[in-house]
């Protein structure tokens, strides 16, 4: 019988996995809050940064626009656009290169047809629909039929997908923002700072992926108990 959001799954599968993933933010905000304050000595800003490495990947009509908030930066595919938040578009840190770095990371990749990536964009809608509607889908196996519970753990199996193909593309992208930067961009004793910000942040990742395969063992505990 399912035991409800405190039920021993729960425990087992997904107290360990959201406790690692709070400390994975934990870890990139006080990392990127230390080298916000670190200069990177280059001078340049990340958005001077980004248009330079865009520049010489022969990618000069994508735009970088800046947006609110703080680790709001990405890259839009859909759009092609560049978005920085404040820090990181004004910023002239190791922490705002690095970031600025990583994001046009993603823009060659769109723009070389880089597999995994396009694999995850395919991916995102059915990975989104599934992470909303999954626990519907259980209910209505608990009422109805196991059968609606087998529909729920097969959308979410999207999700977790969506999770492990992201960790290659966000891996990537920190390798190609690394080799951007070594190429005379910030000075040699500013690369080291520069990757432990990018691990920082890799680490949100791993940690998002733990949880989604923790809650796929919960929902299929779930799915045996209800059999």
């Known amino acids: 019988m399912y035991t409800g959001i405190y039920g021993s799954s729960w425990m087992i599968f997904v107290l360990p996995a959201i406790l690692f993933a709070g400390y994975a933010q934990m870890k990139v905000k006080t990392t990127f809050s230390q080298y916000l ?71 060659i ?49 999207a999700a977790v997908l969506f999770q492990i193909v992201t960790l290659p593309v966000e891996f990537n992208a920190s390798k190609r923002a690394m080799r951007s930067l070594e190429e005379g961009l910030i000075p040699a004793q500013s690369i080291k700072p520069a990757k432990k910000v990018l691990n920082a942040a890799a680490l949100t990742y791993v940690a998002a992926t733990i949880v989604a395969l923790a809650e796929l063992l919960r929902l299929l505990a779930i799915s045996g108990r209800r059999r």
């Open 109 to 157: 990749q769109h723009a070389e047809g880089y597999f995994p990536l396009i694999l995850r964009n395919n991916i995102a809608p059915i990975a989104s629909f599934g992470s909303r509607l999954v626990w519907v889908f259980i209910i209505l196996g608990f009422i109805i039929s196991p059968f609606f519970i087998d529909v729920g753990i097969a959308l979410f199996l």
């Open 37 to 107: 304050k670190v200069p990177s000595e280059s001078g340049m800003t990340g958005a001077q940064i980004a248009r330079h490495i865009l520049d010489r990947n022969d990618l000069g009509d994508i735009p970088i626009e800046a947006v609110r908030g703080n680790l709001t930066d990405h890259y839009d595919p859909g759009k092609r656009v560049i978005r920085l938040s404040q820090n990181v578009y004004s910023g002239s840190s190791i922490a705002s290169v690095s970031v600025a770095a990583h994001e046009v990371g993603h823009a």
